[in-house]
């Protein structure tokens, strides 16, 4: 008996093995050795030299990377409404009326997420142009503007944000629209029968359903956010005005690949994992708490 | 244990093994370098990374066409192109050092210069050079341009495709705001009227292209430098907090302020400049060959001398690329140096200058009926510009490893805000010299 366990055990490690050693080689081996990197003082050629802490003190000394951080924040809450109740409502909507309609808006609104990143951002470059662009000429006509989006510091980040928003709505509606195709019809059935008007059914019974995939989306927006804008950022505004548009990817992008200030790069790496990592720890030990009372 | 079960054990394992294999030979594979290979059937491949190459626009064809003149003379070398976006030059080289597939030439803007000299393996052009051949190199070549360009009492980097900051506008908006396009304005305050008689005939008065998407800082220091003031003095000491820089950029300011200037980035202005709407433009005469075909058949683009501080002569400094060698392999340097000779040879400015829209830095071919006598007999826009190039004023560099990250902060921190949205001058230099001089260890 003990023979055979043991026999399963080994064919079985044997079997992970292939992805132990993809995990160590591209996950776990990197991980540590940017945890390293961010405590060297290495610019990628010659000897890399022990800095302790020095990197993570310069990190915060200078302004650019607590201001990209915060700019971060508030990137993800412009980015966040977009990702739950605008896709949200929409696949609603198109939920209601299925038939062909339906699919061609459902088709619509995904082609955004297919296009090239770059090519566009740079067709949002042309159409915000503030000297002749399709947006504020259309505004001229009606009396207002221009308005300089992209290079005015209040307009920029918002205006980042609508932007990386557009293939944020499409790929979640898709989301909500597979969740939706789950929901169990006998409650809407049971809403029906009690009398409850369609409103009603959407608040109460459809909306509460669609919850679980609403934390995923969250989750997904508030680790994602920045990385979804890196694109738009660096064709657009390469962080300006005023370092405005600057988040925490793209000054992890600029230490690192701009400067080979590794070291640098690294502990700003590092902190955002901690950051992003904390709420996780956090939660999985609630979690285990809850689970503990409970038992 | 049966023999069948024993078999299939033995398979297994086997098969568990082959999967391991595979997945360490694959990672090896990825991890491996695949640089080319320095002589193949006597032919010397030589890899070439150019932010002109490739471009959808007249730079990229002309670069094409030199590759292409130079293969067809030189039948044992191989040039194996690479584009990249200017900003990336740097990025691309260190990564594929460090990966070890380097190139074997590259161009590098003159603003990234202080770092490539740093940070990549470089071997100056002129040690490479036969001691003959360089001399025969050097003699028709533009003085004050290899002068400027030195490195440690040498020619690191071959001047290739050069420019210097000019002014370019719009005949039909100059006349539409009573202005005379013979007569172009050649000092500031004129510029600043001219630019505010076009604005009150509806059109964008002047840009200059000081807070450009490469955050290169010559226009900066053209600035700068033609009011008599620095960016840094001869010591290396930073010095843009200085009255003559400030006052350079202050200048900036109130153009801006005054709405001379529109406070837009540089691909909104050269969109407007191109679509007719823009009178006058501040920037490098490498982009001349993209405005004449934007502009064809709707208005004619002149061009003239970067304008003055006064009485003060202007002294614009360069733009553009030199030519490094990073290969240490000697066949393949040697190779590098024959592909160098023809890129700055008097049959390849003649492409660089008609074609990529750069500044010939041989002075004969200018007049030599051979190459471009012709062009400038008809087209005089690029002399003003070429007269300047005399007298040029050396890019100055930041010192230390940290140089790059206080141009960046020199053109993001101090000169966008001022220029783009007129910022105080005295206050941004003040404060962003500080954060440099703290980067450089002053």
Same mark, same amino acid.
């Given at each position: 008996?003990?023979?055979?366990?043991? @026999?399963?055990?080994?064919?079985?490690?044997?079997?992970?093995?292939?992805?132990?050693?993809?995990?160590?080689?591209?996950?776990?081996?990197?991980?540590?050795?940017?945890?390293?990197?961010?405590?060297?003082?290495?610019?990628?050629?010659?000897?890399?030299?022990?800095?302790?802490?020095?990197?993570?003190?310069?990190?915060?000394?200078?302004?650019?990377? +607590?201001?990209?951080?915060?700019?971060?924040?508030?990137?993800?809450?412009?980015?966040?409404?977009?990702?739950?109740?605008?896709?949200?409502?929409?696949?609603?909507?198109?939920?209601?009326?299925?038939? @062909?309609?339906?699919?061609?808006? @459902?088709? %619509?609104?995904?082609?955004?997420?297919?296009?090239? +990143?770059?090519?566009?951002?740079?067709?949002?470059?042309?159409?915000?142009? +503030?000297?002749?662009?399709?947006?504020?000429?259309?505004?001229? /006509?009606?009396?207002?503007?221009?308005?300089?989006?992209?290079?005015?510091?209040?307009?920029?980040?918002?205006?980042?944000?609508?932007?990386?928003?557009?293939?944020?709505?499409?790929?979640?509606?898709? /989301?909500?629209?597979?969740?939706?195709?789950?929901?169990?019809?006998?409650?809407?059935?049971?809403?029906?029968?009690?009398?409850?008007?369609?409103?009603?059914?959407?608040?109460?019974?459809?909306?509460?359903? %669609?919850?679980?995939?609403?934390?995923?989306?969250?989750?997904?927006?508030?680790?994602?956010?920045?990385?979804?804008?890196?694109?738009?950022?660096?064709?657009?505004?390469?962080?300006?005005?005023?370092?405005?548009?600057?988040?925490?990817?793209?000054?992890?992008?600029?230490?690192?690949?701009?400067?080979?200030?590794?070291?640098?790069?690294?502990?700003?790496?590092?902190? /955002?994992?901690?950051?992003?990592?904390?709420?996780?720890?956090?939660?999985?030990?609630?979690?285990?708490?809850?689970?503990?009372?409970?038992? | 244990?049966?023999?069948?079960?024993?078999?299939?054990?033995?398979?297994?394992?086997?098969?568990?093994?082959?999967?391991?294999?595979?997945?360490?030979?694959?990672?090896?594979?990825?991890?491996?370098?695949?640089? $080319?290979?320095?002589?193949?059937?006597?032919?010397?491949?030589?890899?070439?990374?150019?932010?002109?190459?490739?471009?959808?626009?007249?730079?990229?064809?002309?670069?094409?066409?030199?590759?292409?003149?130079?293969?067809?003379?030189? &039948?044992?070398?191989?040039?194996?192109?690479?584009?990249?976006?200017?900003?990336?030059?740097?990025?691309?080289?260190?990564?594929?050092?460090?990966?070890?597939?380097?190139?074997?030439?590259?161009?590098?803007?003159?603003?990234?210069?202080?770092?490539?000299?740093?940070?990549?393996?470089?071997?100056?052009?002129?040690?490479?050079? &036969? #001691?003959?051949?360089?001399?025969?190199?050097?003699?028709?070549?533009?003085?004050?341009?290899?002068?400027?360009?030195?490195?440690?009492?040498?020619?690191? #980097?071959?001047?290739?495709?050069?420019?210097?900051?000019?002014?370019?506008? *719009?005949?039909?908006?100059?006349?539409?705001?009573?202005?005379? =396009?013979?007569?172009? =304005?050649?000092?500031?305050?004129?510029?600043?009227?001219?630019?505010?008689?076009?604005?009150?005939?509806?059109?964008?008065?002047?840009?200059?292209?000081?807070?450009?998407?490469?955050?290169?800082?010559?226009?900066?220091?053209?600035?700068?430098?033609? *009011?008599?003031?620095?960016?840094?003095?001869?010591?290396?000491?930073?010095?843009?907090?200085?009255? =003559?820089?400030?006052?350079?950029?202050?200048?900036? #300011?109130?153009?801006?302020?005054?709405?001379?200037?529109?406070?837009?980035?540089?691909?909104?202005?050269?969109?407007?400049?191109?679509?007719?709407?823009?009178?006058?433009?501040?920037?490098? $005469?490498?982009?001349?060959?993209?405005?004449?075909?934007?502009?064809?058949?709707?208005?004619?683009?002149?061009?003239?001398?970067?304008?003055?501080?006064?009485?003060?002569?202007?002294?614009?400094?360069?733009?553009?690329?030199?030519?490094?060698?990073?290969?240490?392999?000697?066949?393949?340097?040697?190779?590098?140096?024959?592909?160098?000779?023809?890129?700055?040879?008097?049959?390849?400015?003649?492409?660089?200058?008609?074609?990529?829209?750069?500044?010939?830095?041989?002075?004969?071919?200018?007049?030599?009926?051979?190459?471009?006598?012709?062009?400038?007999?008809?087209?005089?826009?690029?002399?003003?510009?070429?007269?300047?190039?005399? $007298?040029?004023?050396?890019?100055?560099?930041?010192?230390? =490893?940290? !140089?790059?990250?206080?141009?960046? !902060?020199?053109?993001?921190?101090?000169?966008?805000?001022?220029?783009?949205?007129?910022?105080?001058?005295?206050?941004?230099?003040? !404060?962003?010299?500080?954060?440099?001089?703290?980067?450089?260890?002053?």
């Amino acid at each position: 008996m003990t023979n055979r366990f043991a @026999r399963r055990r080994s064919g079985a490690l044997g079997y992970l093995t292939p992805l132990l050693v993809v995990l160590a080689v591209w996950v776990y081996g990197p991980l540590v050795f940017t945890v390293v990197l961010s405590v060297l003082d290495w610019d990628g050629s010659g000897t890399p030299t022990f800095a302790g802490m020095d990197n993570f003190a310069e990190l915060f000394a200078r302004p650019e990377f +607590p201001a990209a951080l915060l700019h971060t924040v508030v990137l993800v809450a412009c980015v966040l409404p977009f990702a739950t109740v605008v896709p949200m409502s929409l696949a609603i909507m198109l939920w209601k009326q299925p038939g @062909r309609a339906s699919s061609v808006y @459902r088709a %619509l609104l995904f082609l955004p997420v297919v296009l090239a +990143p770059v090519a566009t951002a740079l067709a949002w470059q042309f159409v915000l142009n +503030p000297l002749g662009g399709v947006l504020d000429e259309t505004l001229g /006509l009606l009396g207002l503007g221009p308005v300089d989006w992209l290079g005015d510091p209040a307009t920029a980040l918002p205006t980042i944000a609508v932007i990386t928003a557009e293939k944020v709505i499409g790929l979640n509606v898709l /989301l909500y629209g597979a969740a939706l195709d789950g929901i169990d019809r006998q409650s809407l059935a049971a809403a029906s029968l009690d009398g409850a008007t369609e409103w009603q059914t959407t608040r109460h019974v459809v909306v509460p359903q %669609l919850w679980p995939i609403t934390g995923l989306l969250v989750g997904l927006c508030v680790v994602l956010a920045g990385q979804w804008a890196f694109t738009n950022v660096a064709v657009l505004t390469q962080g300006a005005p005023n370092g405005t548009t600057d988040n925490v990817y793209y000054r992890l992008y600029t230490y690192g690949f701009t400067f080979f200030d590794n070291g640098l790069a690294s502990a700003a790496a590092v902190v /955002l994992i901690v950051l992003l990592g904390l709420p996780l720890a956090i939660r999985a030990l609630l979690r285990r708490r809850a689970g503990t009372v409970v038992s | 244990m049966t023999s069948i079960a024993k078999k299939r054990t033995r398979i297994r394992r086997l098969s568990l093994l082959a999967a391991l294999v595979a997945v360490v030979t694959l990672t090896a594979a990825g991890c491996g370098t695949s640089g $080319t290979d320095a002589a193949s059937s006597g032919t010397i491949t030589l890899s070439f990374l150019s932010y002109n190459y490739g471009t959808a626009d007249l730079g990229g064809q002309g670069t094409q066409q030199l590759i292409d003149e130079f293969e067809a003379a030189n &039948p044992a070398i191989k040039i194996e192109p690479q584009g990249v976006a200017v900003a990336d030059v740097l990025t691309k080289l260190r990564s594929s050092a460090l990966g070890g597939n380097g190139f074997d030439v590259a161009q590098v803007g003159w603003s990234k210069m202080a770092v490539a000299y740093q940070s990549l393996p470089i071997t100056p052009v002129q040690k490479i050079a &036969p #001691a003959q051949d360089w001399q025969d190199t050097a003699a028709g070549f533009n003085q004050a341009v290899l002068k400027a360009t030195q490195h440690d009492g040498m020619t690191v #980097a071959m001047p290739y495709t050069m420019s210097i900051p000019t002014l370019f506008y *719009n005949a039909n908006l100059f006349r539409a705001a009573g202005l005379d =396009p013979a007569d172009p =304005p050649a000092t500031m305050d004129q510029v600043r009227a001219d630019a505010l008689a076009i604005v009150q005939h509806g059109a964008q008065g002047v840009y200059f292209d000081v807070a450009n998407a490469s955050k290169s800082d010559f226009l900066t220091q053209s600035l700068v430098d033609s *009011n008599g003031g620095s960016v840094v003095d001869a010591d290396g000491k930073v010095t843009l907090d200085q009255p =003559p820089a400030v006052q350079a950029l202050q200048t900036m #300011a109130d153009l801006t302020r005054s709405a001379a200037q529109p406070g837009v980035k540089e691909a909104d202005a050269l969109a407007a400049f191109k679509a007719g709407k823009l009178g006058m433009l501040v920037t490098s $005469t490498a982009v001349l060959t993209g405005l004449d075909s934007a502009a064809a058949g709707k208005f004619p683009v002149l061009a003239t001398g970067f304008p003055s501080f006064g009485d003060k002569a202007p002294r614009p400094t360069y733009s553009g690329a030199g030519l490094v060698v990073l290969s240490k392999d000697t066949a393949k340097q040697q190779a590098a140096w024959k592909f160098i000779q023809f890129l700055t040879s008097a049959q390849a400015f003649t492409t660089i200058t008609t074609k990529i829209g750069y500044l010939p830095l041989r002075p004969s071919v200018v007049t030599d009926p051979r190459y471009l006598k012709t062009y400038f007999d008809s087209d005089k826009r690029l002399l003003p510009a070429l007269h300047q190039l005399d $007298t040029l004023t050396p890019y100055t560099f930041f010192s230390g =490893p940290k !140089a790059d990250q206080a141009v960046q !902060a020199l053109q993001d921190q101090a000169v966008a805000p001022i220029a783009l949205q007129g910022a105080d001058a005295q206050q941004t230099l003040h !404060a962003v010299a500080g954060t440099i001089r703290g980067l450089l260890g002053q």
